[in-house]
């Protein structure tokens, strides 16, 4: 076997093993559509509550409050004021379950790539370790499942939110980084094991990630819809505006 080839089987083995650190970049939350969102949304029973600094709006059945004074509204607006909350109140926990659901996806796609690089058993890969602490805290503070924090809808914004999945991301880097010259050295040595082992991380990312990767995006584009809907009922209703196209990805 040429040298060239088993120089070739090197930089695949360190294309691969760079693969947790170029991956933050994707461990990330589900792409909606281009909209921010002005207030912190909570539900709170039959009321839908909106609040920021300043202002606070409270939405119950057909009546509506801002700063604790009702507002006069005609037939056509207390309709619309009707299904925007009903709206939201199913909006909110299908927005915070999505982004959930894509964060945890993304790490476990990051760490299944690690422990298989490491030669670990895929089967034992978990996200219920201590480690993952803070990305929950961080995640049930922006997207609960009756509440929504404002900013982008995806969270981009939340530094906190972003610093968990880095720190995550960075800390599997390192512990494959460990290894990584070992395997190198091995790897000039040894270009079938090397594509092998690649070949069986990418197959084993397609069975396990690929087909719920594609669903989340499937749900994110369903919801793009209803948060279009809803700017477009407050427009209707004309007393409040939570929802702003942001050329964002939420």
Request: charged residues 30%.
């Amino acid at each position: 076997m040429s040298r060239i080839s088993n120089l070739a089987a090197a930089a695949l083995l360190l294309a691969t093993a760079s693969a947790p650190t170029l991956a933050a970049s994707r461990v990330s939350t589900a792409e909606i559509c281009d909209y921010r969102l002005d207030y912190a949304v909570s539900l709170q029973g039959d009321m839908l509550r909106l609040t920021r600094e300043g202002e606070d709006i409270e939405i119950h059945g057909d009546r509506l409050s801002i700063d604790g004074e009702t507002i006069t509204l005609d037939h056509a607006q207390r309709k619309a004021l009707v299904r925007y909350r009903e709206s939201a109140t199913r909006l909110v926990p299908q927005v915070s379950e999505l982004v959930h659901e894509s964060v945890w996806l993304g790490i476990e796609a990051v760490e299944l790539t690690t422990r298989m690089l490491a030669g670990d058993d895929p089967d034992e890969v978990t996200l219920d370790s201590e480690r993952y602490a803070a990305l929950r805290t961080a995640l049930d503070a922006h997207f609960g499942h009756d509440h929504l924090a404002p900013g982008t809808l995806d969270g981009e914004d939340d530094t906190q939110l972003q610093a968990s999945i880095e720190e995550i991301v960075a800390a599997l880097g390192r512990s494959l980084g460990h290894g990584v010259a070992d395997r190198v050295v091995a790897a000039l040595f040894d270009t079938n094991g090397v594509e092998a082992r690649a070949a069986r991380v990418e197959s084993e990312v397609e069975t396990r990630i690929e087909s719920r990767a594609e669903r989340l995006e499937q749900g994110a584009d369903a919801l793009c819809g209803e948060v279009e809907a809803l700017d477009r009922l407050e427009q209707r209703i004309g007393h409040f505006d939570a929802l702003h196209p942001n050329g964002f990805s939420i």
